[in-house]
């Protein structure tokens, strides 16, 4: 089974940081590319940022300058650091990820459960 994790959501100031991690994990042979969304309460869920196995990214107009996407393939892990963090940005945050498994020959889009950043004025 192919799962992703999420985590380093959690509590901060406005003007804080915080940096959060997606964890792939399973019967992955590639990863082709990863993906940020995030999904306020009572809306529907939106793109943060995505970066391809090349490494091209994209971000949203919303959090260009402030949020950075990366990844470590050796890792297989994807990051979103966020920085200068302002009280629009509460939402649940998602890693979405395109992976193709051992056990298949196409790439298989997977969500991970989700992790709660939330900011305080």
């Known amino acids: 089974q192919v799962q992703l994790v999420e985590s380093g959501g959690g509590l901060v100031q406005a003007g804080g940081s915080l940096r959060l991690s997606c964890v792939a994990s399973?019967?992955?042979?590639?990863?082709?590319?990863m993906a940020w969304y995030r999904q306020y309460l009572g809306k529907e869920r939106e793109l943060v940022a995505t970066i391809t196995s090349g490494g091209a990214l994209n971000y949203a107009d919303s959090v260009k300058g402030r949020f950075t996407i990366s990844k470590d393939d050796g890792k297989k892990t994807g990051y979103l650091q966020m920085n200068s963090l302002k009280p629009e940005d509460t939402a649940v945050y998602y890693c979405n990820a395109e992976i193709k498994s051992w056990f298949y020959s196409s790439f298989r889009t997977y969500w991970g459960q989700g992790t709660q950043v939330t900011v305080s004025s």
């Open positions: 399973g019967t992955i042979f590639s990863i082709n590319s």
